[in-house]
């Protein structure tokens, strides 16, 4: 546990060396893993990709715009979705903390029958995270993320439901920083 600190804090004194500008731009993706019980009770289990395309507006403070395409599944069923979601963070030096709120479309099916529904809701997620410079201009991107429903989910075919969804997650990815005036 000791050398995962020690790798960790050098990690994080090495790529603090660097600074963003406004106009910057950072390219990449995460992939996400996360568990949660969803309203029937069941434990289900998240893979996803998240595309990702952020814009420095000032120094510290990005626009981003996502994509999360996920697979959720337990037992004998499967969930896909993908949302699309805009949202912004704050960089100290490589760390962030940020927000983005997402619209999710999705389908369940039952693996033994046809059965199933769509269904659309929206998503709220906070985030922490940091960038760990692998080499020049690109970056290991570490993070943990919140993810809550809001609103009602809207199920094709049946009554809109309560949005409870509540999850913790991990992402992990790389970022690019192609205009780096480095």
């Known amino acids: 546990m000791k ?3 020690m790798i960790f804090v050098a990690l ?5 060396a660097f600074a963003f500008q406004a106009g910057d731009v950072l390219m990449g ?4 893993v996360a568990t949660f019980r969803a309203w029937d009770g069941e434990r289900y289990i998240l893979l996803g990709i998240i595309p990702q ?4 507006v000032t120094d510290h403070i990005t626009a981003d715009l996502t994509l999360n395409c996920m697979a959720i ?3 004998n069923r499967y969930v896909a979705t993908a949302t699309i979601g805009a949202g912004s963070r ?3 030096k490589k760390m962030y903390a940020g927000i983005d709120f997402h619209y999710e479309m999705g389908g369940d099916r039952n693996y033994y029958s046809s059965r199933g529904f769509e269904y659309g809701g929206m998503l709220l997620t906070p985030k922490v995270g940091t960038l760990a410079a692998v080499v020049r201009d690109v970056y ?3 993070q943990v993320y919140y993810m809550l429903g809001i609103g009602d989910i809207k199920v094709t075919g049946q009554e809109d439901r309560v949005n ?10 790389f970022v690019v920083h192609p205009n780096s005036k480095q």
Do not use: A
């Open 140 to 142: 290991l991107d570490l």
């Open 73 to 75: 599944g337990c037992n």
């Open 12 to 16: 994080l004194s090495v790529s603090g």
């Open 3 to 5: 050398k995962f600190i």
């Open 164 to 173: 409870n969804l509540n999850m913790f997650g991990i992402r992990v990815g």
């Open 53 to 56: 395309f952020s814009g420095f």
């Open 90 to 92: 704050y960089f100290l």
């Open 29 to 32: 993706g995460d992939l996400e």
